[in-house]
T-cell receptor
């Protein structure tokens, strides 16, 4: 079964509103989680590194005020897309590293965001 | 900066054929290399993880090899089945558990 869970799997929101996506590690603690974005027929692009108890580290070109990341506990990170625009429509995926599995990285099921 | 390249970008084979997917990376100082499978519109499923000290890993019909010195990894799929149709991605972290750099993937289609 899944070891990293994302919710919601699909969400449609109106332009200008905010939407929150959750990423949970189900049976292990993850001090670090990662958020990726994927456009159709393209590979994953890292957006930010979510650090438990501290500020997220954003990749170059990613607006930190638009993509708010909160890693409130060792099993939960959230990505909030603020003031969403149609160009934010994409597939968002999180990952977490399970250290006792030889540092295997597990991904969530992904979240489809459509901004209308 | 690490760059990961996958060849071919797309591959179509008849059922039952053995096939090889290729992954190359520019910086050989990797901690491990991981192969993933992604079905359309879905998240990623981890297939195989090869530590930097290992040469290969096997799981069922899948075998992944790693040659750090040449910056290459291959994923061998034996006796391919239509259910193997998906996009296969290789990825390397910069250090243990850190951010992943992905290849662009190989889209595999296995025809019945």
């Amino acid at each position: 079964g899944a070891v990293v869970s994302q919710h919601p799997s699909r969400v449609i929101c109106k332009s200008g509103t905010s939407v929150k996506i959750e990423c949970r590690s189900l049976d292990f603690q993850a001090t670090t989680m990662f958020w990726y974005r994927q456009f159709p027929k393209q590979s994953l692009m890292l957006m930010a590194t979510s650090n438990e108890g501290s500020k997220a580290t954003y990749e170059q070109g990613v607006e930190k005020d638009k993509f708010l990341i909160n890693h409130a506990s060792l099993t939960l990170s959230t990505l909030t897309v603020t003031s969403a625009h149609p160009e934010d429509s994409s597939f968002y995926i999180c990952s977490a590293t399970r250290r006792r599995s030889g540092n295997t990285i597990y991904f969530g099921e992904g979240s489809w965001l459509t901004v209308v | 900066k690490q760059e990961v390249t996958q060849i071919p970008a797309a591959l179509s084979v008849p059922e039952g054929e053995n096939l090889v997917l290729n992954c190359s990376f520019t910086d050989s100082a990797i901690y491990n290399l991981q192969w993933f499978r992604q079905d359309p519109g879905k998240g990623l499923t981890s297939l195989l993880l090869i530590q930097s000290s290992q040469r290969e890993q096997t799981s069922g019909r899948l075998n992944a090899s790693l040659d750090k010195s040449s910056g290459r990894s291959t994923l061998y799929i034996a006796a391919s089945q239509p259910g193997d149709s998906a996009t296969y991605l290789c990825a390397v972290p910069e250090t243990s558990g850190s951010r992943l750099t992905f290849g662009e993937g190989t889209q595999l289609t296995v025809n019945p």
